[in-house]
C-alpha cells in the first residue's frame, strides 16, 4: 500500500510508535516495536515497511544545488522568457551551443529585433579574461560585410555575465541544413564562397575566426550566408580545458589547432574544408567516439574521399577539398582569395583540373583510384584460377584499408582477367590513377608473385617487386606489397593502418586455398555458389579453426542466402550470428564481419541503428568495400533516411560499377522513396547491360507498378521469374502485378504454386501477403503478414515504404504493424 | 537587470512579516526568488566551468546580503531561512521542468542536456519526482513536509530547522527520518 493511501488514524499511531522506536536505542529497538505493537502484526507490519525505508534512498537526498549548477550550466543565464539583459528584453530562446545560448531580443531603446547570445558563465570569470573579450569583440565589430553577421554592441550583466548583441536575420544554421541530408553541389559551393568572402575581409583585418562550424553560418532566407560569432571562440578556447572542449569544435579544428594552438588564416580555411565536405557527403570527415579520438583522426588520418560518398561531386571539387584538408598549412590555400577564385572556376565550368598544376614533384595528389587487375597464371594450370583469384583478392583487400586510395572491386576488374587491351587503354576504361598488374607462379619450392605499379599519363612504371615464399607466407607478402604500393604512390598510411595492414598471421596453406577457393564460389553469387562457397569455407574452418576470414566470409555467404530467401532467416540467422561472433573475436578488424553482423543486425534483430554502425565500422577498416556500402543503403532507408541512403547506394555503384549488386543499389532506394520514374529509368539501363541478373528485371517490375504501368510491369515480372529459377521473391510480385492487371485467376495460381512451395522449402509469407492484398482479401494478406513476422521474413524490414504493400496501408493492422516493428511511420 | 534590494527593504519586510503583515510575504518571496538567483549564477560565474554550488552557502548568502542582521533576532533569521527554503524549491524545481520541458521537444527547440553532465537528466526525473511526492506528503501530514522544505530544499541544519518550525530539535530529527521514508516509499511504490 502507498503511504498516502493510509487513513489518518492509521497513520497517526503509526507516527506515534515510529516515533517511539526511533527515540530508543538500537538495541532496544525491536523490544520497543514488539510491545508498542502487541497483538496487531498488521500495524507492526506497517511500521517496520516506514523502518525500512529509512534505509534507502540516500542519494534522492543529495543536495539539489548541484542540479541547479548543472542546469544553469546547461541552460544559460536567462532562463525566464520576460526577463532583461540590460537594455534588451529576452522574447526567445532560439538557439544554443557550446558558447551559449543564444535569444532573440528586443532592444527596449530602439525597439528593434536583436539575436543576443549569452555566453556561458564561467566564461566571465576574471577582468583579463574581460578585457581581452572586448578587444575581440571590438575588433570583431568593426567588420562590415554582407557575409558577417553585424555585431552591434558586448554587455555585461549586474552578475558579471557577458552578452553579445548581434543583428537578427531570420534563417536556419547550416548545421539544421545538414542535418536534413547532403546539399546539391551547387548550393555547397554557393555557400562556401560565402563563408570564404566574409573570412577573405576579417582575414585582410587581422581577425581570425576560430569557430568555423556549420552551427556558426546562418543561411538567410533571401539566400544570404552569414557568418556568426567572430572573436568568441579565441576568448573561450583560452577558457576551456579538459572536458571543456567538445567533440563538435574538435571535428573542425585544423590540426596545427589541435597541436598547438598557434593558427593562422589558414586555419579558417582548413575549417571550411571540414564544412564544405560535411554539406557534400552529410558526414564529417573526422570522427571518433570522443574528442580526443576525434584529434587523432584530425592529426593522422586521411578522410575517405568525398567522391566515394557522393560520386556525382566532380573531381575538381575534391580536389578542393582535398587541398583544404591538407595537414600542413603551407600547402593548403594561400588566402581565402585563392579559394574563392577556385570555387568561382568550378562553379563556372572552366576548370576541371583545378589544383593539378598546383602539385608539387613528387607529391602525391590527396586521392588515388586504383584498380588491382587480374593476376596472370603464370602456371597456365587450370586447376590453379582459385589461388590466383585469391592472391588478387587480398591485394584488393589489403590496398581498400588505405583510406586514402579508392580501390576498385575485385570483381569490377575481372573482365579484363583475357583481354587484348594495354594496360593505358585499361586505366582510361576503368577511369582510375593507376593499375597494378602481375603475375603469379607456382613452384615446387613456392610461389613466386610479381607485381607492378602503373600509372595514367605517359606509361609509367612507378613500382615494381617480387615477392617468393612458401605457401604459408603469401599473407605476410601482401601486407609488404600493399605498403611498398602505398610507399610508392606518395600515400600517408597512420599508424593504425599500417597495423592492420602488416598483420602477417601464416595460415595453413591448404586453409588458404579452400579459402579462396570458397571466395571465389561467393563471387558467382547463385544457389549452386553459396552451396559450393559454404562448403569450402567449412573446410577451410576445419583445417584452421583461428583463421578469421574463413569464418567472415562463411557468415557473408550464408547471409547472402538469407537475403535471396533461400534459407530461411530463422535457419540461417543463428549461424551467421555466431560466425560473426568468432571472426570478429579473432579479428576485430575485418571489414567483412562487420557487415555480416550488420545484416543479422538489420533482418535479424530488426536494429537499423546498430546495424548503421557496424557498417560505418566496416566502412572505416575498408572504404572501398562496396557491399558495406550497399547494406549501409538499406540500413539508412529502413530509417527514412532516403538522401543518405542514395548517397551510399550511388557509392557502391561507384565502386563496383560492373558488379549487378552494386549497379542496381540506387534503383533499390528510389523504389523506397517513391521516385518510381527514375528508379525505372535506371533498371532499365541496367537490365540492358546485365540481363542474366533477375534481380534487375525484378526491381524494374516493382518500379513499373509503382508506376501503374501494370502490363509492362507483368512483362518484366515474368523475365525475373523465368531468369531466377521461379525465386519466391519474383513469383510474389508476378502474383502482385497479375491481381492489379485483374487477372485474379493467375494470381491466385502464383499463390498456390508458393503456397504448395511452402511446405518443402522455405517461402517467406510476405510474398503471398501481397497477392492476397492486391486481390482485395485483406484478411488473408494480414494472417500472411502475421506469418512473415513470425518467420522474420526479410522483406518486412520495408514494410513502412515497399510499393508490394501498397494495397494493405489503408487497414489498421497495418499501421499496427509498422508500429510494432518500430519502423518510421509510413511515407 | 534590477541592482540588488537595498537590504533594509528586506529587513523590513521581515520584521513586518513577523507582525502578521500579510503583504510582507507576497512581496518577500519575489525579492527572495531573484536574489537566489542571482547569487548562483555569480557563484558559477566566480568559481569557473566545473564548479558545484552547495544550498546552505546559497541561503547563508542570500541571508547577509539582503537582512540587516543587526536589526532582527535569531528568530528572524530562522524564518528567514525556511522562507529561503521554499523559494530555493520554486527555483530548483522550475529550471528542473522547463529543462524537461525543453529536452521533450516542448518549447521552441529541441536542445540536448547532456553535454558534460551525463546524468543530469536522470537527476531531473528524480527530483521532479521527489517534488511531486513531497506534494502528496503536504496534503497527508503538512508538518513532515515542512522539514523536508527545510532540511533539502533550504539545506538548514537541524537546529536551524527546529528554530524555523518552532519544534524541539529532537522532533526535526525524527520527522527528517519519517518523512524521508514516507517519500521513498511512495515513489517506490508507485
Not at chain 1, 482485395?776 to 513470425?790: I, S, V
Amino acid at each position: 500500500m502507498r503511504p498516502s493511501d493510509l487513513d489518518p488514524e492509521r497513520w497517526q499511531r503509526i507516527d506515534g510508535i515510529l516515533d517511539r522506536v526511533l527515540d530508543a536505542g538500537a538495541d532496544d529497538r525491536d523490544r520497543v516495536l514488539a510491545d508498542a505493537c502487541a497483538g496487531d502484526p498488521g500495524l507492526k507490519a506497517d511500521v517496520e515497511a516506514f523502518l525500512e525505508a529509512t534505509e534507502r534512498g540516500e542519494d534522492r537526498f543529495e543536495d539539489p544545488a548541484k542540479v541547479l549548477a548543472a542546469l544553469i550550466r546547461t541552460s544559460g543565464v536567462v532562463t525566464d522568457e520576460g526577463r532583461r539583459v540590460g537594455p534588451f528584453r529576452i522574447v526567445r530562446e532560439i538557439g544554443r551551443g557550446g558558447m551559449g545560448v543564444v535569444y532573440l531580443a528586443q532592444d527596449t531603446r530602439l525597439g528593434r529585433y536583436v539575436a543576443l547570445k549569452a555566453l556561458p558563465p564561467y566564461l566571465g570569470t576574471g577582468e583579463d579574461a574581460k578585457r581581452r573579450f572586448e578587444r575581440e569583440a571590438r575588433a570583431a565589430s568593426a567588420l562590415d560585410h554582407p557575409n558577417i553577421a553585424t555585431l552591434h554592441e558586448i554587455g555585461e550583466t549586474s552578475e558579471g555575465q557577458l552578452y553579445m548583441v548581434f543583428a537578427f536575420y531570420e534563417g536556419e544554421t547550416l548545421d539544421r541544413r545538414i542535418a536534413r541530408g547532403p546539399l546539391p553541389v551547387p548550393e555547397a559551393l554557393e555557400i562556401c564562397i560565402g563563408i570564404g568572402e566574409g573570412l577573405s575581409e576579417a582575414h585582410r583585418n587581422g581577425i581570425i575566426h576560430r569557430d568555423v562550424k556549420p552551427s556558426n553560418v546562418l543561411l538567410t532566407g533571401s539566400g544570404g550566408v552569414k557568418l556568426l560569432d567572430f572573436g568568441v571562440a579565441k576568448v573561450a578556447g583560452e577558457e576551456l580545458t579538459g572536458d571543456g572542449i567538445r567533440l563538435g569544435t574538435v571535428a573542425y579544428m585544423s590540426p596545427e589547432h589541435g597541436e598547438s594552438g598557434a593558427v593562422d588564416g589558414r586555419a579558417d580555411l582548413w575549417s571550411l574544408g571540414v564544412v564544405l565536405y560535411e554539406m557534400l557527403t552529410g558526414s564529417r570527415p573526422f570522427t571518433g567516439p570522443d574528442p580526443a579520438s576525434v584529434l587523432r583522426s584530425v592529426l593522422h588520418d586521411e578522410p575517405v574521399p568525398v567522391t566515394r560518398l557522393r560520386p556525382d561531386v566532380i573531381r575538381a571539387v575534391e580536389r578542393v577539398v582535398a587541398r583544404l584538408l591538407r595537414k600542413d598549412p603551407a600547402h593548403r590555400y594561400r588566402d581565402a582569395d585563392e579559394l574563392i577564385g577556385d570555387l568561382r572556376a568550378v562553379r563556372a565550368g572552366e576548370l576541371s583540373e583545378i589544383g593539378q598544376e598546383e602539385r608539387e614533384p613528387g607529391q602525391a595528389p590527396s586521392t588515388r583510384r586504383l584498380a588491382v587487375l587480374p593476376l596472370r597464371d603464370g602456371t597456365g594450370a587450370e586447376a590453379q584460377a582459385h589461388f590466383v583469384g585469391g592472391i588478387h583478392e587480398a591485394l584488393v583487400a589489403g590496398l581498400g584499408q588505405v583510406r586514402a586510395l579508392e580501390v576498385l572491386s575485385r570483381a569490377s576488374t575481372l573482365r579484363f582477367r583475357e583481354t587484348d587491351l594495354s594496360v593505358m587503354e585499361i586505366i582510361d576504361a576503368l577511369d582510375v590513377d593507376a593499375v597494378v598488374a602481375g603475375s603469379v607462379d607456382r613452384r615446387e619450392d613456392g610461389i613466386v608473385v610479381t607485381t607492378k605499379l602503373v600509372a595514367a599519363g605517359p606509361e609509367r612504371e612507378l613500382w615494381s617487386g617480387t615477392y617468393r615464399g612458401r605457401p604459408d607466407e603469401v599473407l605476410d607478402q601482401v601486407g609488404e606489397a600493399v605498403k611498398a604500393i602505398g610507399a610508392a604512390l606518395g600515400v600517408r598510411m597512420s599508424a593504425s593502418e599500417e597495423r592492420r595492414i602488416a598483420a602477417p598471421r601464416a595460415v595453413r596453406p591448404a586453409a588458404y586455398e579452400a579459402f579462396t577457393l570458397g571466395q571465389f564460389h561467393l563471387d558467382r553469387r547463385s544457389p549452386e555458389g553459396y552451396a559450393m562457397a559454404r562448403k569450402y569455407l567449412e573446410r577451410a574452418i576445419e583445417l584452421d579453426p583461428e583463421f578469421a576470414p574463413a569464418y567472415a566470409v562463411l557468415a557473408e555467404t550464408l547471409g547472402s542466402a538469407v537475403f535471396f530467401g533461400l534459407t530461411s532467416p530463422a535457419d540461417g540467422l543463428p549461424r551467421v550470428r555466431s560466425l560473426v561472433e568468432r571472426a570478429l573475436a579473432l579479428d576485430s578488424d575485418l571489414a567483412v564481419a562487420h557487415t555480416a553482423q550488420a545484416a543479422v543486425r538489420l533482418y535479424g534483430d530488426w536494429d537499423w541503428t546498430g546495424a548503421e554502425a557496424a557498417l560505418r565500422e566496416a566502412i572505416r577498416l575498408n572504404p572501398s568495400f562496396a557491399y558495406a556500402y550497399f547494406l549501409l543503403a538499406e540500413a539508412l532507408s529502413v530509417q527514412g533516411r532516403y538522401e543518405e541512403a542514395l548517397a551510399a547506394a550511388e557509392g557502391s555503384t561507384a565502386l563496383e560499377r560492373y558488379v549487378p549488386f552494386s549497379a542496381f543499389g540506387p534503383v533499390i532506394v528510389l523504389k523506397y522513396m517513391r521516385e518510381f520514374e527514375r528508379a525505372v529509368e535506371r533498371s532499365r539501363s541496367g537490365v540492358a547491360f546485365f540481363d542474366d541478373f533477375w534481380q534487375g528485371h525484378w526491381l524494374l517490375g516493382q518500379a513499373l507498378l509503382g508506376l501503374g504501368r501494370v502490363g509492362e510491369a507483368l512483362a518484366a515480372c515474368e523475365a525475373a521469374v523465368e531468369r531466377s529459377g521461379r525465386s519466391p521473391l519474383a513469383l510474389g510480385t508476378l502474383g502482385l502485378a497479375h491481381a492489379l492487371a485483374g487477372r485474379p485467376a493467375a494470381a491466385m495460381r502464383v499463390a498456390e504454386e508458393l503456397d504448395r512451395r511452402g511446405a518443402s522449402e522455405y517461402v517467406g509469407a510476405s510474398n503471398l501477403a501481397m497477392i492476397h492484398g492486391g486481390l482485395g482479401d485483406l484478411d488473408r494478406a494480414f494472417d500472411c503478414l502475421e506469418d512473415a513476422y513470425r518467420q522474420r521474413d526479410m522483406a518486412l524490414v520495408h514494410l513502412a515504404d515497399d510499393v508490394s504493400f501498397d494495397a494493405l496501408r489503408p487497414d489498421p493492422r497495418y499501421r499496427a504493424l509498422v508500429r510494432k516493428m518500430g519502423l518510421p511511420e509510413a511515407v | 537587470m534590477a541592482s540588488p534590494a537595498p537590504s533594509d527593504d528586506t529587513t523590513h519586510l521581515l520584521l513586518a512579516l513577523r507582525q502578521g503583515e500579510r503583504g510582507a510575504l507576497d512581496r518577500l518571496i519575489p525579492r527572495l526568488y531573484d536574489a537566489l538567483h542571482r547569487i548562483a549564477h555569480r557563484e558559477l560565474a566566480r568559481r569557473g566551468a566545473s564548479a558545484t554550488l552547495r544550498t546552505t552557502g546559497l541561503l547563508h548568502e542570500a541571508y547577509l546580503k539582503l537582512v540587516d542582521g543587526a536589526r532582527v533576532e535569531a528568530e528572524d533569521r530562522a524564518h528567514f531561512l525556511a522562507l529561503a527554503a521554499t523559494t530555493m524549491r520554486h527555483i530548483i524545481i522550475d529550471a528542473a521542468r522547463s529543462a524537461r520541458t525543453r529536452k521533450r521537444g516542448g518549447g521552441w527547440s529541441r536542445v540536448p542536456l547532456d553535454d558534460g553532465v551525463p546524468s543530469l537528466e536522470a537527476r531531473i526525473d528524480e527530483i521532479i519526482e521527489l517534488d511531486d511526492a513531497l506534494a502528496r506528503l503536504a496534503n497527508f501530514d503538512e508538518r513532515l513536509s515542512r522539514v523536508v522544505e527545510c532540511r533539502f530544499f533550504g539545506g538548514m541544519t537541524v537546529e536551524e530547522t527546529a528554530a524555523a518550525l518552532d519544534v524541539s530539535p529532537r522532533t526535526v530529527d525524527r520527522a527528517w527520518q519519517k518523512a524521508r521514508a514516507w517519500l521513498i516509499r511512495d515513489i517506490d511504490e508507485t
